[in-house]
Each structure stands twice: as C-alpha cells, then as structure tokens.
C-alpha cells in the first residue's frame, strides 16, 4: 500500500551512536521528525521506523498486532546495529510500550520514553474488545501542533480492531517486562494531557532500578510532547540524557 508522502522512514547518518525513534499508534515517523532532527544535528545517527500498518490507510492497521508493529522496531535496531556502536530507543505513546519491551530483549544502550500509555484516560479502552465487534472505527480530536501540520500526519480514526492488541501489550508491560529493565530510563510525561494518565509515568518510574531512572514532567504539551510546546526542552533533556555517564551504584 502507497505510504503517505512525508510519512516514509528516514535514516540520518551521523556518528556511530546510533538512535531510533518510534512513533505512536496511527502516527507516522513524521512525528518524531523534529526530535530525530535535533538529534542528528548532536551528531547521531539516527532512524525514523515506520511500524507496520502505519503511514499508508488505517484499513491496512486494522489487519495488525501488537506482535508487527514489534518486528518494525526489532528489524530497525537489527539494520542500525550494523552502522552503530551503541543504539538508543525513544518511543513515544504506544512506541514508548514496544520500546520498554525491547529494552528487555536487545543489548541497547538507553531508552527514553514519552507518555506511555500504561493507563489511559478514555473511558471506552475497558472495552475494546467488545467495540471492536461493533465499532470500525473511533473518532479522534485531530490538534494542530506548534511544530507545524506537516509533522501531524497520523490518521483521523483510531481503529477499533487493533485496540486489544494495544492494550494487551501495555498489561504486558506493566505486568512482566518493566520489572527486568536493567538500562538507564528517561520517562517524559505531560501532567496536562488527556490521553494517558499521567500515573502511567509515575508506574513506569516506580517499577525502574533508582539508579537508572529520571522522570521529567511537562505542563505546556498534550500528547504528542515531540510537537508540543515544551519540546525544544524535551529535546534537551533527551539528548543530555543520552550523553550522561549512568551507572547503577551497589
């Protein structure tokens, strides 16, 4: 299926640190695009995955799984593992899930994770698995971001089917593999937001080695912080998060 033109996967050749950023459910790679920028412009190499069902028609998401959608990003580290000494991962929304499953499984460096939706706030997420039987599709309150509208390239509906799958994959999280993180972890949350609560962070943070944890809360961004008004600073902290020297004291 044709990609959305400015949704494509992009890979920025800088150092031999290399850095993949995640977008979120029904999102594309372009919403990572000014913090992938940034970045770079640090001197990393970094890649724009574009996860499975993502970036084309929300049709062709319907088909997918939590499982795909973790073989985009599996296959991306694989590919900047050639390139790159070190990887990093930063996931945003359900990237940030696939992100805190894949630093249990892939010998990455760091990870930075951006509202993560451990717990979310709309109501009907406790039954996804009975409105996928009735609902297609649901509807979204689509923002224009300070960043601009090109970066905001997600689809219009959230598709009902592929919600379970979502959901199981954030039980998953909390219940098996937070706990067996082992890597320094940045949380980036927004204490304004209405898509996830903002104690998904604080649950994340509290099920983190204290050695290897930092939380940092934003209060001027909604959901998507990497477009937001507190994203120059978020960029920041990412990348200083990135250069520090973290190590787990006994």
């Known amino acids: 299926m044709k990609v959305i033109t400015g949704a494509e996967e992009y890979y920025l050749k800088g150092n031999n640190e290399g850095v993949i950023v995640v977008h979120g459910y029904t999102g594309t790679p372009a919403e990572m695009r000014p913090l992938a920028d940034y970045v770079h412009e640090q001197g990393y190499t970094v890649l724009g995955v ?12 319907e088909t ?3 499982e795909e959608w973790y ?13 790159c000494d ?15 499953k894949a630093a249990t499984e892939f010998p990455v460096e760091k990870i930075v994770v951006m509202a993560p939706p ?17 609902i297609k599709t649901l509807k979204k309150h689509k923002k224009i971001y300070p960043a601009g509208e090109k970066y905001d390239l997600s689809y219009d509906v959230l598709p009902a089917k592929p919600l379970p799958s979502l959901f199981k994959l954030a039980k998953l999280c909390r219940e098996k593999y937070i706990s067996k993180i082992n890597i320094p972890t940045l949380i980036v949350q927004s ?20 050695k290897l944890r930092k939380l940092i809360w934003v209060y001027n961004s909604s959901h998507i912080v990497t477009l937001d008004n507190d994203r120059k600073m978020i960029f920041e902290d990412v990348v200083k998060f990135l250069k520090e020297n973290i190590h787990e004291k006994s």
């Open 191 to 210: 204490q304004v937001e209405h898509t996830v609560k903002p104690k998904s962070a604080q649950f994340v943070y509290d099920h983190l080695k204290p």
């Open 71 to 83: 073989s985009s990003l599996t296959e991306g580290i694989e590919r900047l593992s050639k390139d």
């Open 86 to 100: 070190k990887i990093y991962v930063v996931g945003l929304s359900m990237g940030a899930l696939l992100t805190l």
């Open 118 to 134: 451990i717990f979310v706030c709309d109501w009907r997420a406790s039954y996804a698995w009975f409105f996928k039987y009735f």
């Open 50 to 61: 574009r996860l499975k069902g993502h970036g084309t028609d929300y049709k062709e998401l």
């Open 64 to 66: 997918t799984t939590w």
